[in-house]
């Protein structure tokens, strides 16, 4: 038997499975296993199976970065982003200066994702009705992204290296945009043969691939990755993609999005007829004249775990570092949230924070401590809004998910139970997928 259960004895319907439970669990001889459950009312174990055993969470760090994204930061906290000039504007409408996209971390912007907001055209249009409507004919300076709030790093240092290229390794700039997302669209070819580039969605001005891409057999799906890094403008493109379509679509991340973004308004602009000379002065103090908000920051927190969006943890990490510690940086939001959680009474001994998504493998934190943090979360006043960001597993239960290749866990709850399931090193996909399905089901008889 790989494991042995500790179970209170008042749960007679789940010993009564235990059997069953435990032989689900086929495939897992080499792997490390961890599960831990309490009862938020009563604060008594349900389960408790390697609790104090530091595995890595995959995405379920989410729950990490969320929880006290909520109340360090506050459920209607909004994001700024704003539009200056360093120079007053002269005579014909001409700005002896620069125009400045400055960036206030806002993961959402240029993506119409949630509800009600802007996609990237329509964003550029606003900002350019904003400059038209200053009176600007003529720019001296250039137009430029400004991501200087934030670190110049965009992703965590231990991110691997094939996740970095791909859209869900898009690291986060205080000025993000369009989510430092693009579409590369394919041609397949016959199996075996390459598979033609031919578009990017939207363009990114001199972004070079090396296209080594070809064609697999039909309903194969998406093998194909994009090895890149942030502010490298030569990326390489390789395995596959299937054939049996006209066309094929996979995502990347945009490796200098402030620049992109920039680049996208002063296009915009030109074709209004304003002149963009891109000389280079240096202006006097700025003046804002245009300011974007986000989403509520509860909006952003529903969609991070509804559809476990990296960037969007990345974004609320560095923002809880500026407002907390004064720097907007990964290691700054590590430290916020660690002392965050600390402050509420968490044993973090055996806790180690790399990023607020979940994609490094630096992360670790035992079951028993994210049980801790969600009964936490259940006590606060954003519960029902940090519950509804949860995706619907079964009957009963909210829970956020975490997997990469080797790792499958979750964390939730399970009506009133807390819980946390977690594979790590395992070979086996389909006994660990099977094995943790068991768990849920049979939190869901507990309930």
């Not at 055993?53 to 360090?72: F, V």
């Not at 906290?77 to 409408?93: A, C, Q």
Request: proline share 4%; hydrophobic share 40%.
């Amino acid at each position: 038997m790989l494991f042995e259960c500790k179970i209170l004895a008042m749960m007679l319907p789940f010993c009564r499975s235990l059997p069953l439970l435990v032989s689900s669990f086929v495939g897992l001889e080499h792997a490390s296993v961890g599960i831990y459950a309490i009862d938020c009312t009563t604060k008594k174990v349900v389960i408790e199976e390697n609790c104090d055993l530091s595995l890595i969470p995959a995405s379920c760090m989410k729950i990490i970065t969320t929880g006290a994204a909520l109340h360090i930061l506050g459920a209607q906290y909004r994001f700024e982003t704003k539009l200056e000039v360093d120079e007053t504007l002269g005579s014909k409408g001409v700005l002896h200066g620069n125009l400045f996209i400055r960036g206030g971390g806002d993961p959402c912007l240029g993506s119409n994702r949630i509800p009600g907001s802007l996609s990237w055209e329509e964003q550029i249009r606003i900002w350019a009705d904003a400059v038209e409507q200053l009176g600007v004919r003529r720019i001296e300076g250039r137009v430029i992204g400004d991501s200087g709030r934030w670190e110049l790093a965009m992703a965590a240092p231990s991110w691997s290296w094939e996740d970095l290229g791909n859209y869900y390794g898009a690291g986060a700039s205080a000025l993000s945009f369009h989510e430092n997302c693009i579409s590369l669209v394919f041609q397949p070819g016959d199996v075996g043969k390459e598979a033609k580039l031919l578009r990017a969605e939207p363009p990114v001005p001199l972004l070079v691939f090396q296209n080594e891409v070809k064609t697999g057999p039909e309903g194969s799906g998406d093998g194909a990755c994009i090895y890149g890094s942030e502010f490298s403008f030569l990326q390489c493109i390789r395995g596959t993609i299937p054939a049996g379509v006209s066309e094929f679509t996979i995502k990347g991340a945009i490796p200098d999005p402030a620049a992109f973004c920039a680049g996208l308004l002063a296009k915009e602009l030109q074709e209004r007829g304003i002149e963009i000379v891109n000389g280079d002065l240096q202006g006097k103090k700025r003046t804002v004249f245009h300011s974007t908000l986000s989403p509520s920051l509860g909006e952003i927190v529903f969609w991070t775990n509804q559809k476990s969006i990296n960037l969007y943890a990345e974004h609320l990490l560095k923002k809880m570092g500026e407002v907390v510690c004064q720097e907007g940086s990964t290691q700054a939001g590590i430290r916020a949230v660690t002392e965050f959680w600390r402050s509420q009474g968490i044993d973090l001994n055996g806790f180690q924070m790399a990023d607020g998504s979940g994609l490094s493998r630096k992360n670790l934190i035992t079951p028993k401590q994210m049980v801790e943090i969600l009964v936490k979360i259940k006590e606060s006043e954003h519960f029902s809004l940090f519950f509804d960001s949860l995706p619907q597993v079964n009957d009963s239960i909210r829970a956020k998910s975490g997997s990469m290749s080797l790792i499958k866990g979750y964390g939730g709850y399970a009506g009133k139970i807390a819980f946390m399931a977690i594979v790590n090193q395992c070979l086996d996909r389909n006994g660990m997928n099977k094995g943790l399905e068991r768990v849920l089901l049979e939190l869901n008889k507990l309930d």
